[in-house]
């Protein structure tokens, strides 16, 4: 799996390459500065050491030279910070249609649920060349998510949702670190992401659990909780229709214009009071304390679901293989 | 090397004998406190700072929370500290001009309005605990959203404008203490006649620290009382 | 200038008054640097103690040496000593206060109170610090981010804000006294454009005090309220903002990074010169560069939070100023080179240390660059290699710097020479050990390390052996002059008044000075750096 004394890390995800790239041009305009440099002190010390009757010349120094070699590397650095924003504008821009997964970090394990419903423990398990969406959260301090393999580290805070993304290049287990201090255990709360071939992953899909797609457990919590009463989807409830909310722009009743993001659905599962939609009177009540991290990512699941052009189509469960036809699927 | 103007000056007992002469000193003594009151500005900017945040995110709650202040109390309070930036400055007039009897009195009345400050400051704080304001265990802020009878306060929000409340008027409390001993410590030594036309330099620059704890809490009170008062 | 000859006894600021109350109710500068001396030097070999053991622990993948908990508290005790009670006060404390007066011919600090007010909240701080350190530590990483710090570790995180807080007024106090003196106390002559760039580099220093400390000491309040209270103002489930802490800290720490690396900057422009016989290339570009820092560095915090979760535009806008930054740094280092170029160069002790100064700083700025990149940081962050790039500043930038004015001004300081060949060996023992100890990081934490990690994967274990083979070897040379400045108290040659030939008002008085620094007030009507018009160095006299 590993060798005893790699001095590169594995490349598998698309961002890796790139990273890589701007990385080593880094490295190598690194070792010609210090070459320069070193190389120029050497010289001076050796060419200008001091010697019997020879005095040093007095120079006061140069403005020419000062602007010159201010400019330069003020033009250098400028081209870096230029590529090193590409790199980040791309990681922080996950792609549409990524598959999403949902993590829950705590002291010290990681959750992760996939929309179709598998859980797993420190364990990811993702197919080669599709787009993973991860939306993160913390149960309790701040944690860091961090794929050394694909290049990708994202903070997992408390109270709101992080997101990242990746696409996996190449099949393999790699590791899995939490990368910010939280406590005794730090260290180890670390696992590994399994890429899988595209039917390996399928097959590896099929075979997990039978609770059903996120998305389906979500309408479940929806219902119990009595979330239906005021959220119907026709105009007549007292709370806004969540059909097609997802993604789009939201009117608040003091006039701002938010988009309907993961974050905006949960802060008004748990303190509903701090938005109200514009129209709408201040009655839903508070479901802080009242639902876990897990059930609110089926939540937050849901209520995109309900988007027409989602992929799980309004309401039901995905169409990838989950509990529904458990037998006839089993891995092999 | 520039002479002392008057051989006076070159044995005025006030000289340290590392500056070269009072004028020096001076300046040295008033750039040091300017500089001081700088850091003290970076100080209270840090809880400025995180109190503006909130109340941009949070402005409904932090409307009730201040509104529940008493803003009666408040002002007095403003205007007693003025008043006393005003004796404080009188005092050095009258400092500059070598009234020693003056400056006791205006001294004095300093040190009275800082401590009247402290006193109502004393019953605000003893209001809120009883109202169960204090952020702990005990607290409980019970109201609406102004304008909005149907919208109950979030408790959160309202907790942590009372966080800031009492972290903010604290630490300017805890500056007015410091000030109130500071002037008690001038009233002393302008009593023993220390402080003349050529030397009053503690006389100016604890004047200086008193201005700026006025300022402070300038800012304070409309920032903490003043949140959408309709009346 | 009048040399004191051998037998006679000078009247000097050390032997003026003897007996421990003089030492302990002293107000001469010169005096409370070294109480200084003694306190910081203290402190670094606990911090050292630490790092020792982190080293020894990471030798194995296992956690084998010491339980989790206890390496959590190493990491943190060794980073809040290392940062506020070594690096913080180390030079503008020991250094800055002897030479400070001395360079611009002046008596003393202004406010010479304040100054030993300043070393006994220094103090204060260092016993409350001690004491919570002995009585259970603290493990929240010397960045203390909350929620852990606040509502979620057991250990005594109060105590420790407490004395960082009380250490933070002690930094603002010797920040304040060197402004104001070096604003109003500069002997006639002695304009602006002629102060040694020694002076610029502290007064820049002193500004980032300033105005930075303030905000970490409020921020520590607040931390301290909030644990003890349970206020929520950084707390998530009680409304809070965790984010909003790590503003605040970096507010701060950010620019107390340039607390500790300007100073040294400072000490190798001393140096080059003296050594080279000749003026530094683009005095008012020096000095330029350490105002610029200065202003720069309040600019650029949040490149220590770009994946914690704030905007990508903000994200954007820390990244271009923290290259901004990176410039004026890069101007010292062309300078110091330049300034070697038709120089007459000597390989004392001191010019080594600014040797290795300059390479380390230059690569550990260099790596800087990688982490100013948003796409590299998102993978290096909270790695080894921020680890390494840091450790490259602070370790084989300042405390080389400050080892390097150390030698150089110990004549001045203590009126002996130290031995020179053990002074060289010990240079080149701490920087051969110093790369052993950190270069292996780089690649520790571009494989992906996570920093903070009490135990490790398997693959990482050569290049930690390496690393702590070198740590060990970087001990050994800082043990050298502990031990040979020692000796040179009793056994080294009298120092001349100017043993290096070096320019400064500070060499054209006695070693070491009276207690009133000068015989005579100094008039000065030279440019600074006139190597031209200064005789080689003498001869130190033998004897003891």
Known sequence: MYDTFPLWPARASTTAGSVDALFIFLVILSAMVSVAIFAAIVLFAVRYRRRRGVTAEPIEGSTALEITWSVIPLGIFIVIFLWGAVIYFKERTPPRGATEVYVVAKQWMWKLQHEEGQREINELHVP???????????????????????????????????????????????????????????????????????????????????????????????????????????????????????????????????????????????????????????????????????????LVAYVKSLNPSSSGAAGSPAAVPSGAKPQETKVQ | MADSPTAVEHHNPALKHHFVDMEQQREASSLGMWLFLATEIMFFGGMFCAYLIYRYWYFPDFAAASSSLDITLGTVNTAVLICSSLTVVMAVRAAQLGKRQQQVVYLALTLVLGLAFLGVKAIEWTSKFEEHHVPGPTFNFQGSIPGHPDQPVDQHHAQLFFSLYFAMTGMHALHMIIGVGIFAYLLYHAWKGAYTPEYHTPLENSGLYWHFVDIVWIYLFPLLYLIDRKK | MATAAITAERETYLNQEYGIKSWLLTVDHKRIALLYLLSITFFFFIGGFFALLIRLELLTPAGDLVQADTYNKLFTMHGQVMVFFFLIPSIPAVLGNFLVPLMIGAKDLAFPRINLLSWYLYIIAGVLMLHCMLTGGVDTGWTFYTPFSTAFSNTKVI???????????????????????????????????????????????????????????????????????????????????????????????????????????????????????????????????????????????????????????????????????????????????????????????????????????????????????????????????????FHYIMVGGAVMGYLGGMHFWWPKISGRMYPESLGRLAAVIVFLGFNLTFFPQFILGYLGMPRRYWQYPPEFQVLNVLSTAGSTILAVGYLLPMVYFLWSMRYGKIAPDNPWGASGLEWMTSSPPPTFNFDHPPVVDWEAYDYENIPAPQEARSGG
């Open chain 1, 128 to 298: 080669v060349g599709r787009d993973v969406k991860m939306i993160l959260t913390s149960q309790d301090v701040i944690h860091s998510f961090y794929v050394p393999a694909f290049r990708i580290k994202q903070d997992v805070l408390p109270g709101r949702y992080t997101t990242a993304w990746f696409r996996p290049t190449k099949a393999g287990i790699y590791h899995l670190f939490c990368a910010e201090y939280c406590g005794s255990q730090h260290s180890g709360m670390i696992g590994q992401v399994v890429v899988l071939e595209s039917a390996q992953y399928e097959a590896w899909l099929s075979g997990g659990a039978a609770s059903g797609s996120m998305a389906s457990s979500g309408e479940s919590i929806f219902q119990q909780l009595g979330c239906s009463t005021c959220h119907r989807s026709d105009t007549q409830g007292r709370g806004p229709n969540l059909a097609g909310l997802f993604g789009k722009p939201v009117q608040l009743e003091d006039g701002r214009v938010l988009t309907a993001d993961e974050n905006y659905i949960r802060e008004s599962i748990l303190t509903p009071g701090a938005k109200i939609v514009s129209g709408f009177k201040p009655i839903m009540p508070v479901f802080q304390g009242l639902v876990s991290e897990e059930q609110l990512n089926a």
């Open chain 3, 159 to 389: 105590e420790a804000g407490l004395a960082i807080f009380i250490s933070g007024f002690s930094s603002i106090l010797t920040g304040l006294n060197f402004v104001v003196t070096i604003h109003r106390m500069r002997a006639p002559g002695m304009t602006w454009n002629r102060l040694p760039l020694f002076i610029w580099a502290h007064y820049a220093t002193s500004i980032i005090q300033l105005l930075g400390t303030p905000v970490i000491a409020v921020t520590l309040v607040l931390v301290v309220l909030e644990r003890a209270l349970h206020l929520g103002i950084f707390d998530p489930t009680r409304g809070g903002d965790p984010l909003l802490f790590q503003h605040l800290f970096w507010f701060y720490s950010h620019p107390a990074v340039y607390i500790m690396i300007l100073p040294s900057m400072g000490v190798v422009t001393e140096i080059v010169p003296c050594f080279s016989r000749k003026r530094i290339f683009g005095y008012k570009f020096v000095a330029l560069s350490s105002i610029s820092i200065a202003v720069f560095g309040f600019l650029v915090w949040a490149h220590h939070m770009f994946v914690a979760g704030i905007s990508l535009y903000a994200a954007l806008i820390f990244s271009a100023l923290s290259y901004l930054v990176a410039v004026p740094s890069a101007v010292k280092v062309f300078n110091w080179t330049a300034t070697m170029y038709k120089g007459s160069i000597t390989f004392s002790t001191p010019m080594l240390y600014a040797f290795g100064f300059i390479g380390l700083f230059l690569m550990g700025g260099l790596t800087g660059l990688f982490l100013a990149a948003l796409g590299i940081d998102v993978h290096v962050t909270d790695t080894y290699f921020v680890v390494a790039h």
